[in-house]
């Protein structure tokens, strides 16, 4: 019998009793739709290894990091948009080159991605243990280079309604100034 909850941390757990033996597991979202979806396969595969035995199988294996990285990255049912595989791709691979970065920011990301990877090939029996790296939560806001109070000067002061627009969108998404100079103000705001 299979039961499904939703923790404290708003991700939705399976769990699964089969002969007074249970094992439960992290559905690995916060979104009710995609939880209903992988329900039916995540108590299939738990069922599987409470029948066959497959927990004890998990000890003979021994992938190394990076065999585990190229199957992480290429498994097919992960729910991710292309950007968020590139974006993993890349720092698996900057991690497996060069190590963690120094930026703090940048790190905390970095060390979310490898415990992600770790939890995935435990799931998975691909891996005998999981290891936890720490500190993938601390990382560091952004500092703002103009204070609110320049901001708004900025804005204020600026009488082309349209640019006004142009630039709050700018600074508000982040846009950087390579980016912003390969749009012309005439390709924008044509006369």
Sequence with gaps: ????????????????????????RSLGTRSYKTARKVISQIEKQILSELVEGKQKERKNAQLSFSQLITQYIEYPNHDWSKRTRILFCSLLNRYLTVGLPHNPTTKAMTMRVINSCNNWGYKYGL??????????????????????EELQSIFDNMNDKKFNSFVRLAYYTGARSSEIRQISRDNLFPE
């Design 1 to 24: 019998m299979a039961s499904v909850y939703r923790k404290n941390t708003g991700v939705y757990y399976i769990s699964v009793m089969f002969q007074n033996k249970r094992i439960t």
């Design 127 to 148: 891996i005998s243990k999981a290891v936890k790296i720490e500190g993938g939560s601390k990382w560091e806001s952004r500092l703002r280079v103009i204070n609110s």
